[in-house]
């Protein structure tokens, strides 16, 4: 079974720029979440969807927001881009919205000048 | 404040030798899963614990749940340098999604 994938891996942004980042789950995985990982502050959670509704939601500014298609794959996008954003930007795949078993995909790394 | 402590922060060693990380908290928690990540990929999970005292063994991994399930350990038995990477814990409370400690860096040396 194929693992999550995560489009793109690198990403090199300016600041005040928006970014779309796009996640495919696990097949029959319902559940997607995403994270932020930086040195500082570790894997931070950001939100987690599950039929195409947002079920639970990190302590993130409104700049940060999400979405979930029909087919579970799920994108977040970043507006007006802040040099702090720059972090590895994790998702990850679950069966159910409650389920605490999660696979990540690679990430994608996003670098802000 | 930090839900979940892991320590030490970093741990370097030689391949052969044991070694034992720590995941402590003053919550309790449902369930705590160990997850291994290598540079420039994404966390894989190792094991989920969920009862209380329970001991889990991977091949040369153990993992053990505080009986009060508010700690965890993983024991390396024989570390090869292919279990280098950052081991996270990830604490399950309730409805919420889990929380991840900030990790143990571990390098194992040939």
């Known amino acids: ?113 | 404040t930090q839900l979940l402590e892991q320590s030490p922060q970093f741990l370097s060693i030689q391949e052969g030798e044991n070694l034992t990380v720590y995941c402590n908290s003053s919550s309790v928690f449902s369930s705590l899963q160990w997850y291994r990540q290598e540079p420039g990929e994404g966390p894989v999970l190792l094991v989920t614990v969920v009862t209380g005292g329970e001991v889990k063994k991977l091949k040369r991994l153990t993992f053990q749940f505080g009986d009060a399930r508010k700690d965890s350990s993983l024991h390396i038995t024989a570390a090869q340098p292919g279990d280098t990477g950052l081991y996270l814990c990830a604490g399950a409370r309730g409805a919420g999604k889990s929380t991840f400690g900030d990790g143990t860096t571990l390098t194992v040396k040939p």
């Open chain 1, 1 to 113: 079974k194929a693992g999550v994938t995560q489009t793109p891996r690198y990403l090199i942004k300016t600041r005040g720029q928006q970014v779309t980042l796009s996640c495919s789950p696990i097949s029959g995985h319902r559940s997607v979440s995403w994270y932020q990982q930086t040195p500082g502050q570790g894997l931070q959670f950001l939100f987690e969807y599950f039929s195409e509704t947002q079920r639970n939601k990190g302590n993130f500014p409104g700049r940060f927001s999400g979405r979930q298609f029909s087919n579970s794959r799920s994108e977040m996008n970043v507006s007006t881009l802040e040099l702090g954003d720059s972090a590895l930007y994790l998702c990850a795949s679950s069966l159910e919205v409650h389920s605490y078993e999660q696979y990540f995909g690679p990430g994608t790394r996003l670098t802000v000048t």
